[in-house]
């Protein structure tokens, strides 16, 4: 029991290691490279290495924002009037003036003006010369107000027409136009020229708010420029300029060199991988169960997954994504192991190679519907002559999907959608015919238990069975009734038909190491008659073990010597059992003597083969013991509770309420075996029922006789 359970808990830690791989595997397929099917790593520079055209209506947000940018840097200076300027102007020239005045009236007799006037440091840095200074004191007071007044009006005029930091030269030209037009001599004018030019300060400065707003009215006032679907971007062989590298950027034509971008998508695909593969692994825990793969299947799953995640990593960068298989893995996975499983694990993987691809729901879209319709309609190709029909099923679906999908989210036809979804249905078909052709691969590498190869098992000319059917002809003529049972009874519960009708075909081969133990190969004489009861109950329950060393040498799978190995699970071989009780005593008989060595049925097809080859022993003895069908009805359903209160059901995953199913699968069976007949009649009645025609005919040529004369 500890080995068992030791090796059950390697094989779990085992799942566990290969979900680890297989996620490594993931986040560098999609990590490593460019994201996305058509993203190329370009520069501005670069020769176009091929045709690049809009997938879908978009805005140019790099030429839009060139034109706002334009258009708010068409806004000129907007200025406001500074009064204080025109304030400190003023009081500067009229200051000027006043501090001359005050030197006036402070000279004595004998000062020298000029000299006065440089020790007195005037506020306005202005250089006066003799002559102008001369000038001035030789005015009366009166004159000098006025000229100060003249002075001031030449400022306050220029000022009020608003003069900028630009036009500051052209304000003192038009200070010494204003100063000619007064009639002060010539002295006086240089002088007033002087001092206005010095106090003259721009009084319009750059209103900051004003232009910003203009500028923002600009910018909404160019629309956006709209990069139409199907519109050329660039061309094979031109080369990219910086406008061309913005655009194909923001379609996401090519990839973008901004480091933190790829890194940004790469922490995101890694959240992804990790919540998905997350979720099947709580799947597969949670439901444990019920979800149970087997160890093969397992590999199968992982190395399907790998195969088909490397092969999109391949194909990323082809023009259509309808050239890769999408389909096949649905397709494996669904022969392989089963459609439920291939409907789940297909969500799983699409997503995943929507990553690795392009990451649109276009593709996503499209890589559901058909993975979706391959895991259904390869179930069919286990008949050779539905091959052809659901190929050309797939190449319809796939071109159909691939269609409307681009209709749908391209919103419009275009001729290259056309083109995909033709090469959408190629992909079809082609992933049909690898699907199937690849079946001996994974029967020989994965001992995969293929519909196909459990087919084969069951074609009468199979070496063992063939042996079988020579050897031990009632064993086998047992063996196919058993199958017919099994094989109905399994389709009404929705379990593995072929494996059921396969198991139940070899579950007796190991009757071939002594047939004539067995009593549907006996014609007469019984040899148990001269055993003792141990002795026949070793020979009958060796039978199982027999079975599996013999079709080892034959190479039969695995999964069809769990049915020889389970088929009779530790059932007690009640006949000797009873008659060593008869014969020796209940004190004296071991009953674990005559019980099979096990063990009990691990599945749902290997435990109704052991009902199955229970049911039809008994009823074909009672029917030969004069019993009708209705009579052993009942007794069915107690052979069958007998096996579940024995506890040889405890481990196949049967339900209650499927053992009622069961129950009539196999009298369905039986009825149409055994159904009533209608009675063959006996010579004598046949010999009366001529004399009688006969007879007839005479009477009637008599009576067309005496018509005639009559007439």
């Not at 068409?74 to 102007?89: A, R």
């Not at 087997?294 to 490397?310: C, D, G, H, S």
């Not at 519909?451 to 009632?474: C, K, S």
């Not at 674990?592 to 096990?598: I, K, P, T, W």
Request: contains cysteine; negative net charge; aromatic residues 8%.
């Amino acid at each position: 029991m500890v080995k068992k359970t030791k090796e059950v808990g390697i094989r779990h830690y085992s799942q566990w290691i290969l979900l680890a791989i297989a996620f490594i595997v993931t986040i560098l397929c999609i990590g490593i490279g460019p994201y996305g099917q058509k993203k190329e790593i370009v520069q501005v520079g670069d020769v176009a290495t091929r045709r690049y055209v809009a997938v879908r209506d978009t805005v140019d947000e790099a030429t839009t924002e060139k034109l706002r940018s334009a258009a708010a840097n068409s806004v000129g200076p907007i200025y406001k009037n500074d009064i204080v300027v025109e304030e400190n102007s003023t009081k500067q020239v009229n200051d000027v003036f006043q501090e001359l005045n005050d030197v006036i009236l402070g000279m004595n007799d004998g000062d020298d003006f000029h000299q006065k006037v440089q020790e007195a440091s005037l506020n306005l840095p202005v250089v006066l010369s003799s002559r102008h200074l001369s000038a001035y004191q030789a005015m009366p007071y009166s004159n000098r107000i006025l000229f100060a007044k003249d002075c001031v009006g030449i400022l306050n005029q220029i000022y009020s027409e608003g003069l900028s930091a630009d036009e500051l030269e052209e304000g003192k030209a038009q200070v010494k136009t204003g100063v000619d037009e007064t009639d002060w001599s010539n002295d006086l004018k240089g002088m007033a020229y002087t001092i206005v030019s010095a106090a003259l300060d721009p009084n319009l400065v750059l209103d900051e708010e004003a232009m910003e707003a203009a500028r923002e009215e600009k910018r909404q006032e160019v629309n956006h420029v709209q990069i139409r679907k199907n519109q050329k971007i660039v061309d094979e062989g031109e080369i990219i300029t910086q406008d061309i590298y913005d655009r194909l950027v923001s379609l996401k034509l090519i990839g973008d060199t901004d480091k933190n971008g790829s890194l940004l998508l790469f922490l995101g695909s890694l959240v992804i991988i990790l919540l998905l593969f997350g979720a099947v692994g709580l799947f597969f825990f949670w439901n444990k169960g019920t979800v149970v793969l087997k160890k093969n299947e397992v590999r199968m799953l992982f190395t399907v997954y790998i195969i088909m995640v490397l092969l999109c990593k391949a194909m990323a960068l082809l023009p259509y994504y309808s050239l890769i298989p999408l389909s096949l893995f649905a397709m494996l996975i669904s022969i392989l192991i089963g459609r439920r499983m291939a409907l789940l694990m297909n969500c799983f993987f699409c997503i995943v190679a929507c990553m690795i691809f392009s990451g649109e729901a276009e593709f996503l879209t499209y890589a559901l519907i058909s993975g979706s319709f391959g895991a259904l309609m390869i179930q069919k190709t286990e008949r050779r002559a539905h091959m052809v029909p659901v190929a050309v099923g797939m190449a319809v679906v796939n071109f159909v999907a691939m269609f409307a999908v681009g209709l749908f989210f391209r919103e419009g036809y275009a001729t290259e959608l056309v083109i995909a979804s033709g090469l959408g249905a190629l992909m079809g078909l082609i992933s049909v015919v690898i699907a199937v052709g690849s079946l001996p691969f994974w029967e020989g590498v994965f001992e995969a238990n293929t519909p196909l190869r459990l087919l084969e098992l069951t074609n009468p000319n199979n070496e063992l069975l063939r042996r079988l059917m020579i050897e031990a002809p009632g064993t086998y003529h047992h063996s196919l009734i058993v199958a017919n049972l099994a094989e109905t009874a399994v389709y009404e519960i929705g379990g593995n038909t072929a494996l059921a009708r396969a198991g139940a075909y070899y579950h007796d081969v190991g009757k071939l190491k002594s047939p004539l133990h067995f009593a549907e190969n006996q014609s007469g004489q019984n040899p148990h008659d001269n055993l003792e009861p141990k002795d026949s109950a070793r020979i009958i329950t060796q039978h199982t073990k027999a079975g599996v060393d013999l079709a080892m040498e034959y190479g039969i799978p695995k999964v069809v010597l769990n049915f020889m190995r389970e088929h009779q699970g530790t059932s007690l071989v009640k006949y000797f059992y009873f008659k060593a009780l008869q014969m020796y005593g209940a004190e004296n008989v071991v009953e674990a003597d005559y019980r099979y060595d096990g063990p009990i049925p691990s599945s749902r097809e290997s435990a109704v083969v052991m009902l199955a080859d229970t049911v039809e022993a008994a009823v074909r003895a009672m029917l030969g013991g004069g019993k009708t069908l209705d009579e052993v009805e009942d007794f069915i359903k107690g052979l069958i509770k007998d096996k579940l209160d024995d506890g040889q059901l405890n481990r196949s995953g049967l339900a209650i309420h499927e053992l009622e199913i069961i129950r009539k699968a196999f009298l369905k069976v039986f009825h149409g075996m055994y159904h009533e007949r209608v009675s063959y009649p006996q010579k004598e009645e046949i010999e009366a029922a001529s004399r009688k025609a006969e007879l007839g005919k005479e009477e009637k040529n008599s009576d067309n006789t005496d018509r005639q004369s009559y007439r």
